[in-house]
């Protein structure tokens, strides 16, 4: 029989976006297509972005090469480099290059990027002004700065400020030209374009704005600049950086559909359904995108459909920018020059080199600039994106994110200040150095290739502002990471939301139906995806699905701590933190009975034991559910503690009796699953003892009844709760309760703490759910009742009695 020969695929651009388009395609359909690269420059793919680095003498070519010639060998990738396509044959389906080369294709990719625009003023042909595009570019002015003294940068937007400062670093003297009155004007308002240039000004730059050129002077090569308003300059060189257009002029004399850009659908497809594009070349849904991530995602869902996958679509991109100018950090989204309707908070530390204003509009942030301190660029994004009320966080928004606590903040002069040693991810272990390696030799552009090469960023989160930092500080000036959806894993390209829309909307009962309807693209999912789908389905369809514990963490599945040294910790629950004589007796006589190394108070009131073989926990367990203790879920994603101080029945100070008020919280939650760990208190006074404005539910008991917080939290990142209201009976309280953990439970992510959850979503929204309506709140509290039913179950006496037990058997050891 004879085997079938692979489609013929054809990239036209061997740039950034059609070579990741590549990338993408050889990991889910490596042999689906036999694949010819034509490239117009001699090279393999380059790092654009890093041109300027090159430029001021930070980087060498080979630093910047993102595939050499031998990537295209490995991957059997047939490269014309130094070949530009002259024309496209659609009919016979051929393309066709300047020396003659020729090759047929089944499907052809266009990524043929952008043109530098040149002024047409004359003398913009004379030998000496150039662009700043590609490597003959820099190489060209490399030579310039060699030889020549005096370089004018005309364009005072990002491209023209690196190039003006790699020619500085060169030695040269140089000016830079800009029409208009405010430096990178597209990026920052007047305020921060001020900072900027006198930043860059005691650099040694010079400037010339709101200021237009007339005429390039010079005979055989520049001498100078002339102006409209008649002053001259002289210049050994000019560079033009004044924007790029998308490069059409082959698609359109092969009568490819264009307007400012080629024009695609959402698959990345033109109006002939054998090509696609992406890049800078491409116009989708009326827009042309420039910056590196949009590209990306566009490169993925092309990727998509050309291995005939055929569920990816590309919706376009709200980006913002995240730049790093000559060492100087600004970030910018949204519209942040506001009119008459907005409203703007600004914070300016001049000399400190600091700005930030929030444009507002009825509460909600429309746009945002920032100097120097760029740190919560990305949750400001994010608060626009979500259209989040930002009423509640007002008075500390330009402060920024404040369940981050201190460290996610600083600002990248304090992550490039770090030393390489020094630790970014906590929870993970990973340090500067490891996260800066990663993303220079694995050629790294996005949070989500770090997090995949590092794990830094893919636990808690907290430190995910200071790896975009590093992220912005190793790879130069044009990073941004464009903050679409966020899949829920990289097995899907849905996210957390959808799939749970989807599950409910589909009555999806069961992983496998999951994986099913939302065609997840591994068999099994992950390590990430399946325990949160486990999660949902728990909440979902709590008297119909069977815990799956094989989706859960090794803590879940084993119902206790594991140790540094493989042994197990086992922490009952303590009622509100208050025991008895007998209880107490009961736990000695169980710690001596299997000999239990260390017994420990905890700081949430309960005992903990730790030292436990994982095949003893059953037997343990046993004695102590016979004791009348129940599992404490200090393993878990689940209610945690009820933390509580004595209260008025012993302290002279206690307004109510919050014991018994915490006991009663702690017996109505106990058992639930959640998205994320869940502590709460009760303090009987104001004075706080028991911490309750640091818990993810507190309660304070005043003189005239209770107030309730949420969404707090202690630990490395210590984020004080916020006020939720007043209520006057224990009665109100359980209700308020119920309600609040069962919209944590319906609507937050899995492994997002309540602190987040409620910065996302807005307290207001909150509150209004469940405190201002009174019916939604008695429906949400009674959805959480009912789950109670099926999930306070105490796990510990279940596996005692037998459930799970090759969990707990031990592997024999070969002799």
């Avoid at 009119?339 to 400190?352: C, M, N, P, S, Y």
């Avoid at 369940?403 to 200040?417: E, I, Q």
Wanted: proline share 3%; charged share 25%.
């Amino acid at each position: 029989m004879e085997q079938r020969l692979n489609e013929k695929l054809v990239l036209i651009g061997n740039g950034m976006a059609g070579v990741r388009t590549l990338e993408e395609l050889l990991k889910i359909a490596p042999d689906c297509y036999d694949i010819t690269v034509f490239g117009a420059e001699p090279y393999g793919n380059y790092n654009r972005i890093l041109l300027s680095p090159v430029l001021a003498g930070e980087k060498t070519i080979n630093d910047i090469m993102l595939n050499d010639a031998s990537w295209y060998a490995e991957n059997g990738i047939t490269l014309h480099a130094g070949k530009a396509i002259r024309k496209i044959d659609r009919r016979r389906r051929k393309v066709i290059a300047n020396d003659g080369t020729s090759e047929s294709y089944d499907r052809l990719l266009l990524a043929t990027g952008s043109n530098p625009f040149v002024l047409p003023v004359p003398g913009h042909d004379l030998p000496g002004v150039i662009t700043f595009r590609d490597i003959k570019d820099v190489d060209t002015m490399i030579d310039a700065a060699q030889r020549f003294r005096h370089a004018v940068v005309i364009g005072g937007g990002l491209l023209g400020l690196e190039a003006a400062n790699g020619l500085k670093q060169r030695g040269m003297n140089v000016t830079v030209v800009h029409l208009m009155d405010t430096l990178m004007e597209r990026q920052l308002d007047a305020s921060a374009g001020g900072m900027l240039q006198q930043s860059l000004s005691e650099r040694g730059l010079n400037f010339i704005l709101g200021t237009e050129t007339q005429e390039i002077i010079g005979k055989q090569r520049v001498q100078g600049v002339r102006f409209k308003d008649g002053r001259e300059i002289s210049a050994d060189l000019v560079v033009m950086a004044i924007g790029i257009r998308p490069n059409i002029e082959l698609a359109k004399k092969a009568g490819i559909h264009c307007e400012r850009g080629v024009v695609v659908n959402d698959t990345m497809q033109t109006f002939d359904p054998r090509i696609y594009a992406v890049g800078e070349c491409v116009q989708h849904r009326r827009k042309t995108y420039g910056l590196v991530a949009p590209l990306f995602e566009q490169a993925k869902v092309c990727a998509n459909h050309l291995a005939q996958l055929g569920y990816a679509r590309y919706e376009g991109s709200m980006t913002s920018t995240k730049l790093k100018v000559t060492g100087i950090d600004l970030f910018s989204a949204g519209d942040f020059t506001g009119d008459d309707t907005t409203e703007e908070i600004v914070l300016q530390d001049a000399k400190g080199g600091i700005y930030k204003k929030v444009v507002l509009k009825d509460n909600r942030i429309q746009g945002a600039v920032m100097y120097g301190d760029t740190v919560d660029g990305a949750w400001y994004f994010h608060l626009m994106r979500s259209g989040t009320d930002v009423s509640d966080i007002r008075h500390h928004l330009l402060f920024g994110q404040a369940h981050l606590g201190d460290s996610g903040h600083g600002g990248t002069n304090a992550v490039a200040a770090m030393s390489d040693d020094m630790e970014i991810c906590g929870c993970n272990g990973v340090c500067k150095g490891d996260i800066v390696h990663a993303i220079t030799e694995k050629k790294l552009f996005t949070l989500e290739d770090v997090r995949a090469h590092t794990k830094a960023s893919s636990s808690c989160g907290s430190c995910t502002a200071l790896v975009e930092q590093l992220l912005a500080d190793t790879l130069g000036s044009d990073y941004s990471e464009s903050p679409r959806k966020k899949p829920l894993c990289p097995c899907t390209d849905y996210t957390h939301d959808e799939v749970r829309r989807g599950i409910k909307e589909h009555e999806l009962k069961d992983i496998p139906a999951i994986m099913e309807y939302f065609e997840w693209k591994t068999t099994n999912g992950c390590s990430k995806c399946r325990p949160a789908l486990n999660f949902y389905l728990l909440c979902a369809w709590p008297s119909d699905y069977t815990d799956d514990y094989q989706s859960r963490f090794i803590n879940e599945r084993a119902h206790a701590n594991i140790q540094k040294d493989g042994t197990y910790s086992v922490v009952p629950r303590i009622w509100g933190g208050e025991t008895t004589p007998a209880q107490l007796r009961a736990l000695a006589e169980i710690a001596e009975k299997y000999e239990v190394p260390t017994v420990h108070i905890t700081g949430g009131q309960r005992i903990d034991m730790l030292g436990v073989r994982k095949e003893t926990l059953p037997k343990i367990w046993g004695d102590l559910s016979k004791a009348g203790f129940v599992s404490g879920h200090a393993y878990g994603k689940a209610i945690r503690t009820v933390k509580t101080c004595v209260g008025s029945e012993w302290c002279r100070f206690g307004t109510q009796d919050s014991t018994s008020m915490g006991i009663r919280l702690e017996k109505m939650a106990w058992g639930s699953w959640m998205p994320h760990k869940v502590k709460m208190a009760v303090s009987g006074c104001p004075r706080n003892c028991a911490e309750a404005t640091i818990k993810d539910f507190g309660v304070v008991a005043v003189e005239s009844g209770w107030e309730l917080h949420v969404g707090g939290n202690g630990g490395v990142k210590v984020r004080a709760t916020d006020f939720l209201c007043h209520v006057k009976t224990p009665e109100e309280v359980e209700e308020h309760c119920a309600a609040f953990l069962q919209l944590y439970r319906e609507e937050a992510h899995y492994l997002e703490r309540t602190a987040p959850w409620v910065e996302r979503v807005g307290l207001s929204y909150v509150k209004k759910r469940v405190v201002e309506d009174g019916a939604d709140r008695r429906e949400l509290a009674k959805r959480f009742h009912y789950s109670q039913q099926f999930a306070q179950k105490d796990p510990w006496s279940e596996r005692a009695a037998g459930i799970d037990r090759h969990e707990f058997i031990p592997l024999k050891r070969v002799v």
